[in-house]
């Protein structure tokens, strides 16, 4: 027996043309986001079997929250026949399915994404995404079904595995950003505000150190705010 989904590969391989309704029926499955395999044996064409991914209940949710916090273009990169990738973007909300894709073609797309782009974050987790999260800018990783090899690729392992912890581990990415910078500024500008006025003889060296380890008291206490970060 042989399943294939691979028209023209079966028709070299069994040396006859696949039959026109099991053409229009395997078509007409594709379109609705299946997968269908043609099923042959002993020099005949049986029928077809059919499967189909179902999208994870908080995908369309998820991308609704991704959007809500900024991230304006987001993309399917799938070995499935491009039928079946647009039928389930539409089903989600992916504007742009990107289907019949080998990992390196998934590779090239994220080449392209990021000479469009700049920037491009990836998240997956199988072997054949390792190489395109590699090449992104920032690799995500679904930790708890991943791979090894993704988790080994990926910058950023979302341990439990659920989408819905994607908008919430970049919101706080974004607000670790924001409170670095303040800490930054904060001590280089106390820095810079100390040494010239100890010069000067305005402040002397014992205010001076009291003064600056009260700001790294102060740097310390700002950075503690994200413990208090809360899912929006």
Do not use: C
């Not at 229009?24 to 997968?35: F, I, N, V």
Request: hydrophobic letters at 50%; proline letters at 3%; charged letters at 20%.
């Amino acid at each position: 027996m042989i399943l294939g989904l691979n028209q023209e590969f079966l028709k070299e391989l069994t040396g006859k043309e696949v039959p026109s309704e099991i053409n229009q029926q395997m078509s007409d499955l594709e379109a609705q986001g299946h997968t269908a395999m043609i099923v042959h044996k002993d020099q005949q064409y049986l029928g077809i079997i059919s499967v189909m991914d179902v999208a994870r209940d908080e995908a369309k949710a998820t991308l609704s929250a991704l959007k809500e916090i900024g991230i304006k273009r987001m993309i399917m990169l799938t070995g499935d026949n491009q039928q079946v990738a647009d039928a389930v973007a539409k089903t989600i909300g992916i504007t742009d399915p990107l289907g019949n894709l080998l990992p390196e073609d998934k590779v090239a797309a994220i080449e392209k994404l990021k000479q469009q782009e700049g920037k491009v974050a990836m998240i997956g987790d199988g072997v054949n995404d390792a190489p395109a999260m590699a090449k992104s800018t920032v690799g995500i990783a679904m930790g708890a079904a991943g791979s090894d090899v993704a988790l080994e690729t990926a910058d950023i392992a979302l341990m439990a595995d659920k989408l819905d912890n994607l908008p919430f581990a970049i919101s706080l990415s974004r607000q670790a950003k924001r409170i670095i910078k303040q800490n930054l500024w904060m001590s280089l500008g106390i820095v810079a505000l100390l040494i010239p006025l100890t010069i000067l003889g305005i402040a002397n060296i014992g205010a001076a150190v009291v003064i600056h380890e009260g700001s790294t008291l102060l740097v310390v206490a700002n950075a503690l705010r994200l413990l208090r970060f809360e899912r929006k």
